[in-house]
T-cell receptor, first 117, second 114 residues
């Protein structure tokens, strides 16, 4: 079945540091890939997405590139801020060609990011 | 822009009681998904509906049922509640482009079973 594996956390950084959160996936078809962010006490917000190989999703300084050859979708940001402190979830939807789902999202275990001033 | 609305936001129930969670999708969205997120866990897919018909089913207990109504809102009914049902329940909706459309999440309903 489909699965998503994120780097083990939590991650603690100083403000303006470089961020990488690793994400790899297993899917039967050609999935779409997402990063969602969850701030304390809130719901999930879509951060960025990519729907085909070599696509780069970007938003608010965050970037991730869909790498089919390595089945990865690592999240990066060049300079983190205190306000980026949250839980980050990598997810896939295997609703595309060859996929087996009707759009349900499969999530990774989440990575807690804490940024200190 | 309008977002997904969930009600209630918080719910406290006793064991063996029933609960009904409601979800109002973004206008013109025809697909609704339900997810359960336990403490410190990733969200787990429960069930989805497309055009008022069940489209997919995940790890939803037999004690739970759900449906989507003619106005596209959805309700998740939970009976014989157990302590382990305490979790954050998310609803997400997506547009008319089919299952490949991006899902937008509501703020969640936090259920506590005592």
């Amino acid at each position: 079945g489909d699965s998503v594996t994120q780097m083990e956390g939590p991650v603690t950084l100083s403000e303006e540091a470089f961020l990488t959160i690793n994400c790899t996936y297993t899917a039967t078809g050609y999935p779409s890939l997402f990063w969602y962010v969850q701030y304390p006490g809130e719901g999930l917000q879509l951060l960025l997405k990519a729907t085909k190989a070599d696509d780069k999703g970007s938003n608010k300084g965050f970037e991730a590139t869909y790498r089919k050859e390595t089945t990865s979708f690592h999240l990066e940001k060049g300079s983190v801020q205190v306000s980026d402190s949250a839980v980050y979830f990598c997810a896939l939807s295997d609703a595309g060609a060859g996929g087996t789902s009707y759009g349900k999202l499969t999530f990774g275990q989440g990575t807690i990011l804490t940024v200190h001033p | 822009a309008a977002g997904v609305i969930q009600s209630p936001r918080h719910l406290i129930k006793e064991k063996r009681e029933t609960a009904t969670l409601k979800c109002y999708p973004i206008p013109r969205h025809d697909t609704v998904y339900w997810y359960q997120q336990g403490p410190g866990q990733d969200p787990q897919f429960l069930i989805s509906f497309y055009e008022k018909m069940q489209s997919d089913k995940g790890s939803i207990p037999d004690r739970f049922s759900a449906q989507q109504f003619s106005d596209y809102h959805s309700e998740l009914n939970m009976s014989s509640l157990e302590l382990g049902d305490s979790a954050l329940y998310f609803c997400a909706s997506s547009g008319a482009g089919g299952p490949q459309e991006t899902q937008y999440f509501g703020p969640g309903t936090r259920l506590l079973v005592l």
